[in-house]
């Protein structure tokens, strides 16, 4: 899968993305990640890419000739058109649903914002998607992109060592991941759950299924009331609620 960025920082992402996870995944030819120095395609002298924004007000706005050449010099060899994102706070909300609807795509390009945005014209002549990563601000759109890109990467193909690496983390079937633990074996006083020394695959199967839902139901209730049990999960979580209300 490739990600072309386009982008005033493209030093910010070697930093980040050649390394661990998806810095294997590069060097193994899974994933190809190119920065595009938008600066490289200004006009102005100064290499000027932002200019104040028309009607007045504050901050700078990035001007769209800079990001469109910038643009073309990825698209203009190519016989299909990538998806085009735009990190902006003003779009649909990042979760694991649409991570897993965009790594369908052979190919990305993830434009990055400051200032006060982009022209909008730029929108509207190459952009196939806004994305944000969260209701907050951030500086510029360089470390959300590095967020899709480590998430959408996590997910291809011979990335991780296992399917069940990524499809019993948080999130990806809709609930929060069970408690973890490794040695040793008793840590300040706390020691390890017996049933996950048992050997006894279907019961530890089955008791990190019910931690998931107390975690699920516990810290994320709005995850909770959108899940799908099964008569098994809804008559497990009746008796944990059922219980705890009784010795509040």
Not at 56 to 78: F, T
Not at 100 to 114: A, Q, T, V, Y
Not at 181 to 200: I, Q
Request: negative net charge; glycine residues 8%; charged residues 25%.
């Amino acid at each position: 899968m490739r990600f072309d960025i386009l982008t005033i920082f493209p030093g910010m992402f070697d930093a980040v993305l050649g390394e661990s996870i998806v810095g294997r995944a590069r060097s193994e030819g899974i994933i190809e990640i190119n920065a595009v120095d938008i600066r490289s395609f200004s006009k102005d002298k100064h290499r000027k890419t932002d200019d104040y924004p028309y009607g007045g007000g504050s901050g700078m706005v990035m001007m769209a000739q800079p990001i469109y050449d910038a643009y073309q010099s990825i698209v203009q060899h190519l016989d299909y058109k990538p998806k085009v994102i735009y990190m902006s706070p003003q779009g649909k909300t990042l979760n694991q649903k649409l991570v897993n609807s965009l790594k369908e795509n052979r190919h990305l390009i993830l434009l990055c914002g400051h200032y006060e945005g982009v022209d909008e014209r730029i929108i509207e002549e190459i952009v196939d998607e806004e994305i944000s990563i969260g209701d907050y601000v951030l500086t510029g759109g360089e470390l959300p992109a590095m967020v899709l890109i480590d998430a959408i990467t996590r997910t291809l193909p011979g990335v991780l060592s296992s399917e069940e690496s990524y499809t019993e983390e948080s999130h990806f079937n809709g609930m929060l991941e069970y408690p973890q633990y490794t040695r040793p074996y008793e840590f300040n006083g706390r020691t390890v759950p017996d049933v996950l020394l048992s050997g006894h695959h279907a019961n530890i199967n089955k008791w990190r299924r019910q931690q998931s839902l107390i975690r699920t139901y516990n810290k994320r209730p709005d995850l909770f009331e959108k899940l799908d049990l099964s008569e098994e999960d809804r008559k497990f979580m009746n008796e944990y609620i059922k219980h705890n209300t009784e010795n509040i």
